[in-house]
């Protein structure tokens, strides 16, 4: 009966020192969405648990080590046991339950961050080996950077051009794997104004580490008038030379994410004085670097692989870009020829 006062009084103290510890170290950036509020509460409160379950288990290995040490000189065998139900009752309903109870909680949060909001605006992310690329399409607009207005519920519609990835923003804390093939839904309500990133949250090749995008949160005017200013100097693009649309689609679609066009090396050949030169191939044999071979390395990029690179590139621009926007790209890649 006194050891197990003293274990009793042990675990409760170490339950509250390790709690409070818990509860005073910082295990999480800033809290920026709504969805933040309801799913700290949960993450807290399972650190709670932990700092019990961890009491449990050092206070009673602890314990044992000194206060059931071998006397010396004592070579005599232990006492044999043979179980004890109730314990084993006990040690299997209270786990259940507290588990159980947590499943509860676990539902009722995804309920509440999963709910539609008023007035929600839309915004489909494509991820892609490795970049991020974000189109509005209420306004016909699409970006390289998240831009959101503060306190409005957005949904995001995500989606893959190639493998998994997942899309990040830590101080927003919800998370969601992106899938080839797959539209993937996530909402978030930004509460605090500035500057995140987006991570990729699943390894996905060479450029992982470097798949980020900025995220900015903004007031709803100043939302609105990026978002005129974008129509605007979309518009004037629109009536400017191919060549600028495709430097443009170029950064949006994420090719700069593996061709450079300064003749420095990257995941795939530079694009700086490719047009018109002759291309060696994987298989032994050249070609001239025509439109139609550049429309084919877009539309089909597995049919002709060039020597001394893998063949890594997204298959489905032939799909997500349209003919003007490839013929742009070309026109792009024609105006960085000699
Ligand atoms: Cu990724």
Redesign the pocket.
């Known amino acids: 009966m006194k050891h197990l006062v003293t274990v009793v009084v042990l675990i409760v103290a170490v339950t509250v020192i390790v709690g409070v510890f818990f509860s005073n170290i910082d295990l999480t950036p800033i809290a920026a969405s709504a969805e933040a509020t309801p799913i700290d509460w949960l993450f807290n409160l399972h650190m709670q648990v932990i700092a019990f379950l961890f009491a449990m288990i050092m206070v009673f290995v602890l314990y044992s080590v000194f206060a059931f040490r071998r006397k010396p000189g004592d070579d005599s065998d232990g006492d044999y046991f043979h179980g004890h139900t109730t314990l084993e009752i006990v040690w299997t309903i209270v786990p259940l339950v507290i588990v159980l109870y947590f499943s509860y909680l676990g539902a009722v949060t995804l309920a509440d961050i999963t709910t539609p909001g008023d007035n929600e605006m839309v915004v489909e992310v494509t991820?892609?080996?490795?970049s991020w690329r974000f189109d509005y399409p209420e306004a016909g607009l699409t970006t390289t950077e998240l831009n959101l207005p503060l306190g409005r519920t957005v949904l995001l519609k995500m989606t893959?051009n190639d493998?998994?990835?997942?899309f990040w923003v830590p101080e927003f804390r919800v998370k969601q794997d992106?899938v080839p093939g797959m539209t993937k839904e996530l909402r978030i309500t930004p509460t605090e104004l500035g500057t995140y990133k987006v991570r990729?949250?699943?390894?996905?090749?060479t450029d992982?580490a470097y798949?980020l995008a900025n995220v900015n949160v903004m007031t709803s005017d100043g939302f609105e008038e990026w978002l005129a200013g974008e129509q605007e100097a979309l518009a004037a693009a629109e009536s400017g030379p191919a060549a600028e649309r495709g430097a443009k689609l170029a950064e949006v679609n994420g090719c700069t994410a593996c061709h450079t066009i300064d003749g420095s090396p990257g995941v795939g050949p530079t694009w700086l004085n490719m047009y018109e030169e002759d291309i060696p191939l994987a298989d032994g044999s050249t070609v001239k670097a025509d439109e139609e071979y550049l429309r084919e390395s877009i539309v089909d990029p597995g049919a002709k692989i060039v020597d001394g690179f893998n063949n890594i590139m997204p298959p489905k621009f032939g799909e997500t870009l349209s003919a003007e926007e490839i013929d742009a790209l070309i026109a792009y890649m024609e105006s960085l020829g000699e």
């Open positions: 991820a892609q080996q490795w893959s493998v998994l990835h997942d992106t990729c949250a699943e390894l996905c090749g992982h798949m």
